[in-house]
């Protein structure tokens, strides 16, 4: 949650999500039970809107489909919080991943945004071009920019409202308003998502303020009978920057390790043989 002398809003564009829509709010309303929930129905032709009032959340309603951006707007000029918080109702964000994003506003951030891993994107073709835009963008306004494109983000509601008049109804609003915060002279940070369990969906405690994803496709970390391999090896981490290594997927031909990091740091991966195996090399100061 905000500080104390901060309220907060939860708003969440919702197009036919009547199948992801009671898990997400149960989550929401169970982790921030003093925030103001603003489900904005976007002419959806199943039962959202429903569904969020029985959820007991604040619902808007629009007559038809008006666009992503449009009911991100109705939800902005509805909310009474200090800070908005603009999530998906799909369930591909938790309430976990909103504590980080108010955790950043709470140190003096005007907007946090979840930034995605490439990874977590639709296609290779998009990830291709978001970072591609990306760049662009950050040559446009002078700082890096590290997810123009994310919908999920906190923003301090009074600065937003300053831009509404610009953003569009579609789904490049987030474009618009990253752009204009920037330009604004407005302090925007990026968090990434909590890790997460293949499979469960579970998220993963791994300690660190960065992350290093090593992802082995296709491959498996146990034997037939369900033994890990090599069995029983023990892990032992010895370069201080280092803080933590867990295994987050041995499923369906994939295996991912997450190595927990002090910080952002530069790394090298090289194929060795005899036995086959992958060294990743981290770069640390001396």
Not at 124 to 129: C, I, K
Not at 216 to 228: C, I, K, T, V
């Amino acid at each position: 949650m905000p500080n104390r002398h901060q309220s907060l809003s939860i708003v969440l564009p919702a197009n036919n999500e009547a199948q992801a829509l009671p898990a997400v709010l149960a989550g929401l309303t169970g982790s921030f039970p003093d925030a103001e929930i603003i489900v904005v129905d976007d002419g959806s032709n199943d039962a959202t809107g429903s569904i969020a009032e029985q959820a007991g959340v604040r619902v808007i309603r629009h007559p038809y489909s008006k666009g992503n951006g449009a009911a991100i707007k109705s939800g902005s000029r509805a909310a009474t919080g200090d800070v908005l918080v603009f999530m998906d109702a799909d369930g591909q964000h938790n309430a976990a991943a909103v504590k980080n994003l108010l955790a950043m506003i709470d140190t003096g951030y005007d907007m946090v945004v979840g930034a995605r891993k490439a990874a977590s994107q639709a296609s290779w073709g998009r990830t291709l071009a978001n970072g591609f835009y990306n760049r662009l963008a950050s040559w446009i306004v002078g700082h890096r920019v590290e997810d123009l494109t994310s919908g999920f983000r906190a923003v301090r509601a009074d600065k937003f409202r300053e831009f509404l008049y610009l953003l569009p109804n579609g789904f490049s609003y987030p474009t618009t308003i990253t752009m204009a915060f920037f330009r604004a002279g407005y302090h925007v940070a990026y968090t990434d998502k909590p890790v997460r369990q293949c499979g469960s969906g579970q998220p993963v405690s791994v300690a660190g303020s960065a992350h290093l994803v090593v992802r082995l496709e296709p491959a498996q970390a146990h034997d037939e009978r369900g033994n890990p391999t090599p069995a029983n090896r023990a892990l032992t981490i010895r370069l201080p920057i280092v803080k933590d290594m867990k295994l987050t997927c041995d499923f369906e031909g994939q295996v991912e390790w997450v190595l927990g990091l002090a910080g952002k740091y530069p790394f090298r991966v090289t194929e060795l043989t005899g036995p086959p195996r992958l060294a990743i090399d981290v770069a640390h100061p001396e």
